[in-house]
């Protein structure tokens, strides 16, 4: 395992490597092609973007990988090299030092946690490199631009969308995304703002770090301690669904409802529809978003500290008509 993870890494690598001295290709991943002579821009210029994911075992981040390289691949002068850290804090930060020792134009980054990644971001920015944060903060605001959308807002949503659906009252399980996240700490802490002040009782929590495995195992937990569970709140779709396949291994599908986040439309939406799930709140990915701001920077245009992007509701209510805006 070890030794294919370093043939990765050398690959990568020799990629930035002839990126940087000119040989870079369009859009892709760590295997992009030499350009032809038609894909550099009006000056010449090829720009090589390092794009640092904390993970590819979240649909949802799969999608903003593959948002980043169609958004990219309208633009010919743009190389863009991805990098997998595989959920590993210590490996993101690796990988983030390596595109700095590349000399990349740009780093743009999703991190995992925000503690750990705060170092090595400030030594892209001390090299004058610019930094686009996304999704994930970190700590401080030594970075170009964050863009994400505002997860305490979706989180208090969430919960008073689930105050008027139980009528104010009933047993809920909180199925929360990585506490040392910020998005997950945000949802939490927005979602218990949503339910204060009603008789909504959270009788069991976990952490299952976006994954849907921790989460059907956690919903096993919760379903083998409690009686009753009217509604399950999921920090994200994936863990919507395993709570989902948990309750329904239990035969106790009937009498509670199932709560997520993020809407794409390959999934929590599709869920909806099913009737698998409830509601979900949409989080956009901001890959499409990074790009444009990515151009402008490249270009030595100023750029917002923040853009914070919109979210909607999707239920059974409004999902045939696009869902609903928040305000």
């Given at each position: 395992?070890?030794?294919?993870?370093?043939?990765c890494d050398l690959l990568v690598s020799l990629v930035l490597a002839a990126a940087l001295s000119g040989g870079c290709g369009k859009s892709g991943d760590s295997t992009a092609s030499n350009p032809s002579p038609a894909s550099t821009n009006a000056a010449g210029r090829q720009f090589v973007i390092g794009m640092?994911?904390?993970?590819?075992?979240?649909?949802?981040?799969?999608?903003?990988n593959a948002d980043i390289k169609a958004a990219a691949a309208k633009h010919p002068e743009l190389n863009v090299v991805f990098?997998?850290?595989?959920?590993?804090?210590l490996q993101q930060r690796a990988q983030v030092e390596e595109f700095v020792s590349a000399k990349v134009d740009l780093l743009i980054i999703s991190p995992k946690?925000?503690?750990?990644?705060?170092?090595?971001?400030?030594?892209a920015m001390d090299a004058g490199i610019p930094v686009i944060v996304l999704d994930r903060r970190l700590l401080g605001t030594n970075y170009t631009c964050f863009i994400g959308a505002d997860n305490q807002k979706i989180g208090q949503a969430a919960g008073e969308w689930i105050v008027k659906t139980l009528g104010g009252k009933g047993n809920v399980v909180e199925l929360m995304g990585l506490q040392t996240s910020t998005p997950g700490q945000d949802r939490h802490s927005g979602f218990l703002k949503g339910i204060a002040g009603s008789d909504i009782k959270v009788i069991f929590s976990a952490d299952m770090k976006w994954l849907e495995p921790n989460a059907r195992q956690e919903m096993e937990s919760a379903l083998s301690r409690f009686n009753q569970i009217d509604l399950v709140f999921a920090h994200n779709d994936d863990g919507a669904h395993g709570a989902y396949l948990a309750a329904k291994a239990a035969s106790r599908l009937k009498e509670m409802k199932f709560v997520g986040i993020d809407a794409?439309?390959?999934e929590g939406i599709a869920y909806v529809q099913q009737g698998i799930m409830d509601a979900t709140f949409q989080y956009p990915t901001g890959g499409s978003e990074a790009i444009d701001t990515a151009l402008k920077c490249l270009h030595g245009e100023t750029v917002p500290k923040e853009t914070v992007l919109g979210?909607?509701?999707?239920?059974?209510?409004?999902?045939?008509?696009?869902?609903?805006?928040?305000k």
């Open positions: 395992m070890h030794k294919k993870l370093a043939s640092s994911q904390c993970n590819l075992g979240e649909p949802w981040r799969v999608q903003m990098k997998d850290a595989q959920n590993d804090t946690e925000a503690q750990p990644l705060t170092e090595p971001v400030a030594h794409l439309p390959q979210t909607r509701l999707f239920d059974a209510a409004n999902v045939s008509q696009g869902g609903e805006a928040l």
